[in-house]
């Protein structure tokens, strides 16, 4: 079965500096999604950014960019010039690419704290 | 872009209800809906797999008579919890993808919080 790790429940930034969050995952495919969701106190599920197994270009999506080490089964976030709304938590999260029915595996989360 | 519905966003009721909670995908069909449970400060654990027009999937140790799936459009889905007692008190979340495009993104619904006197 396909677990996802992240190992830092908490992690804080001073606002305006860059801050990565970890995380890894393990599955035997080789083609599949993996994800960063973001889940502010208003408890909405918002995709930060997305990232093709196939693809070997790291994702990136303004201040938001991930590090996507295919061997390693490693995909971390890094957050760019932090603001004060970056503060949620945040979920890694991985799915096979099948059509319609597969669903998504989410670690545990990392609460992130954005120091003004 | 598309959305997806959830109602009712918080419900408050008395032990041994039952209480329906509604997702719709507003703007695209879904074949599959998948429904959260989400505990304070932990992450979301999947409990089930809505299938349309047919029975749905249960997670290992989600009690399928306790909560009761009903994908009876391709639009709707509906999760009831039947005889509600307080440890079924939680945050519940709705999520579903556009049927034949395996490239796009889970939309979720907003949650429902759920809580049980």
């Known amino acids: 079965a396909q677990t996802v790790t992240q190992s830092q429940p908490e992690m804080s930034v001073q606002e305006a500096e860059t801050v990565t969050l970890s995380c890894t995952y393990d599955t035997s495919e080789s083609d599949y999604y993996l994800f960063w969701y973001k889940q502010p106190p208003s408890r909405q599920m918002i995709l930060v950014i997305r990232?093709?197994?196939?693809?070997?270009q790291n994702a990136t999506e303004n201040r938001f960019s991930v590090n996507f080490q295919k061997a390693a089964k490693s995909f971390s976030l890094k957050i760019s010039d932090s603001q004060l709304g970056d503060a949620a938590m945040y979920f890694c999260a991985y799915r096979l690419p099948n059509s319609g029915n597969t669903p998504l595996v989410f670690g545990k989360g990392t609460r992130l704290s954005v120091i003004a | 872009g598309a959305v997806v519905s959830q109602h009712p966003s918080w419900v408050i009721c008395k032990s041994g209800t039952s209480v329906k909670i509604e997702c719709r995908s507003l703007d695209f069909q879904a074949t599959t809906m998948f429904w959260y449970r989400q505990f304070p400060k932990q992450s979301l654990m999947l409990m089930a797999t809505?299938?349309?027009?047919?029975?749905?999937?249960?997670e290992q140790g989600v009690e399928k008579d306790k909560f009761l799936i009903n994908h009876a459009s391709l639009t709707l889905s509906t999760l009831t919890v039947t005889s509600a007692h307080p440890e079924d008190s939680s945050f519940y979340i709705c999520s579903a993808r556009e049927w034949g495009h395996s490239n796009q993104p889970q939309h979720f619904g907003d949650g429902t919080r759920l809580s049980i006197l």
């Open positions: 809505s299938n349309e027009g047919s029975k749905a999937t249960y």
């Open positions: 990232q093709e197994a196939y693809k070997q």
